[in-house]
């Protein structure tokens, strides 16, 4: 009798074990998240904040995306800002390449306008400075609070090839108003629309202004201005937007602007000036030196990218000893 007593609690002590055995690696297997290769970041696009995913985006039946607001021309290497304005607010916004694998999910955060009842999204595309194709179109969708979708939206672009060089600085708005970028070298010059190339003492070409838009309010719609970097001389530079003169109708809002520098294929955040808006009363400046704003600056040593040089002490034109005489009129 005590031997089957025995047998029974061997019995019950290895179906224990078992069973634990099962819990322990029921607890450990447990798919692990694996990181989907980004398939179109190096040759074409991609989203600050947003996260990839593979296979195609799946549309829903709603309209809800009342506006896409976006610049339709952009540039390798720019960045452009995209404004959603919906009636229906979104938990996300899903973004693709036509005819391509993969797309981007981006969480949303909103601004409710009270006035007319609508939320907007703001999304930032960074082009990729390897893309070269002519036309090509974005497939956008909303993913509603509620767990429904809208249906696929798509907006076309137009490429500007921009050179890219050693350094790219880029400049992208999104109303017809005239945008100026400039870039001065301390001791040494400006480049701008009065003066599109930047020369060392021994002649050799620094960087140069390849794209310039807008010209006194001659509007091309191409609101994309690039200076790309031949030879990267040693020394400090600054970068300024100004709002030569806006174009739009008296009573329209000012224009939204981004910047973008671009050094080895990594973009550059100098300061947190590189998004900004134009006062809507601003009617332009003319190229008034005082009124220009101050991006950032960064220096140069031993022909690469150093540092970002602090704001205080390369916002004022005076401390980069500068004698020009500025073209004011286009």
């Known amino acids: 009798m005590k031997k089957k007593v025995l047998l029974f609690a061997l019995a019950g002590f290895f179906l224990l074990g078992s069973v634990s055995c099962s819990s322990d690696d029921s607890g450990t297997s447990e798919p692990e998240k694996v990181e989907v290769p980004n ?15 593979a296979g195609n985006i799946q549309g829903g039946e709603k309209n809800s995306i009342a506006e896409i607001s976006v610049n339709n021309f952009v540039i390798n290497g720019g960045k452009a800002i995209m404004t959603l304005t919906c009636t229906e607010e979104l938990k996300s916004v899903l973004i693709g390449l036509k005819g391509h694998d993969g ?20 999304v930032i595309l960074d082009l990729s400075q390897n893309l070269n194709l002519e036309v090509f179109g974005l497939e956008i969708v909303g993913y509603i609070t509620d767990g429904t979708r809208t ?29 100026d970028l400039h870039l001065v070298k301390q001791d040494q010059g400006r480049i701008y629309y009065g003066s599109k190339t930047l020369f060392a ?40 937007v100004d709002l030569y003169s806006k174009c739009e109708a008296s009573g329209s809002t000012g224009s939204k602007y981004i910047v973008n520098v671009t050094y080895g294929g990594t973009s550059i955040r100098l300061s947190d000036h590189m998004i900004g808006k134009f006062n809507d009363d601003d009617s ?47």
């Open 151 to 179: 249906v696929i939206y798509y907006r076309e672009f137009q490429l500007i090839p921009a050179g890219t060089g050693e350094l790219q600085i880029s400049l992208s708005w999104d109303k017809e108003d005239d945008v």
């Open 39 to 53: 398939t179109l970041k190096d040759d074409y696009f991609s989203i600050d904040g947003a996260t990839f995913n």
């Open 103 to 122: 797309f981007y999910e981006l969480q949303t955060t909103n601004e409710l306008q009270t006035r007319d009842r609508l939320y907007r999204y703001e």
């Open 284 to 330: 332009g400046s003319g190229n008034t030196l005082s009124r220009h704003v101050h991006i950032g600056s960064f220096s140069i040593v031993d022909g690469q990218f150093s540092s970002i040089v602090e704001t205080d002490s390369a916002t004022s034109i005076q401390a980069f000893n500068l004698e020009e005489k500025l073209v004011y009129k286009k």
């Open 201 to 240: 003492e021994n002649s050799t070409l620094i960087a140069e202004l390849d794209i310039d838009s807008n010209p006194g309010c001659s509007i091309d719609g191409i609101k994309n201005e690039n200076i790309y970097f031949n030879h990267l001389a040693d020394g400090v530079y600054a970068i300024y």
